[in-house]
């Protein structure tokens, strides 16, 4: 058991941590910062096939998303037998974006990178009053981007881009945070690519496509068709 209780400080007990404010309690999720390295090499394809590029040098995407060539030469042999990829003399060859964005999707894990979740009311003063460092995903960052609340929500999730800078504006929130059915969901990946392929506090949207695709929910549908109907070249229809 390891234990100290400064403000803004943590405490471990039983494997689960947990953060203080002023004796408030935040529950750390284990984990953080899992997103795999791999994923930056989806962004990437998708991001370039979104920007009409449809072939790219291995070495070109191993420099832009800070990767091993060999991660990236083993990722695109991956996404040769899913059909999605071509590797050619001149680069990889991006034969469906659907494809890709799908795949990514199905394996992409939003749980391995919460760090920090609390419930926060009400949710959409949380939305407007988030540090200028975060970077929002999901229903919020769709309906940010379309300007139209396709379907109620009731879950916020965002990118902690600095956790000390959070945890400073989270302490003057001490007050009104509860441990209970959690609405407020941090994330934390160390993830340059992440940031720079993000604009004005939202990242790109095939990563708000796979993250709203991962949390799920009843809310998820109409925000998955609306990014598609947006960008058909991610279509598979």
Not at 49 to 63: E, F, G, M, Y
Not at 71 to 83: G, H
Not at 156 to 169: A, D, H, M, P, Q
Not at 180 to 199: I, R
Request: hydrophobic content about 40%; proline content about 5%; overall charge positive.
């Amino acid at each position: 058991m390891v234990a100290n209780l400064g403000p803004g400080e943590y405490i471990s007990l039983f494997g689960e941590t947990f953060i203080y404010y002023l004796n408030e309690k935040v529950k750390l999720c284990p984990g953080g910062s899992k997103m795999r390295k791999f994923e930056r090499l989806y962004r990437e394809l998708l991001l370039s096939s979104l920007n009409r590029i449809s072939i790219v040098r291995q070495k070109d995407l191993a420099s832009k998303c800070h990767l091993s060539l060999g991660l990236v030469n083993k990722t695109v042999e991956k996404l040769e037998k899913a059909m999605a990829v071509e590797a050619t003399r001149r680069g990889v060859r991006i034969l469906s974006p659907a494809r890709l964005l799908n795949l990514w999707a199905a394996e992409r894990n939003v749980e391995g990178d919460i760090w920090q979740s609390f419930r926060l009311d009400p949710l959409s003063e949380v939305e407007q009053d988030l540090p200028r460092d975060t970077l929002i995903t999901a229903f919020s960052a769709w309906s940010l981007l379309s300007g139209c609340r396709l379907a109620e929500y009731y879950r916020l999730y965002f990118y902690v881009t600095n956790r000390e800078s959070f945890n400073f504006w989270l302490s003057f929130r001490k007050g009104k945070i509860r441990k209970t059915n959690p609405n407020v969901f941090a994330l934390y990946a160390d993830d340059e690519h992440l940031l720079q392929s993000s604009e004005k506090g939202i990242v790109c949207v095939p990563q708000i496509y796979v993250d709203t695709y991962a949390v799920n929910g009843p809310e998820a549908p109409p925000f998955l068709r609306d990014i598609i109907q947006t960008y058909p070249s991610l279509s598979l229809w």
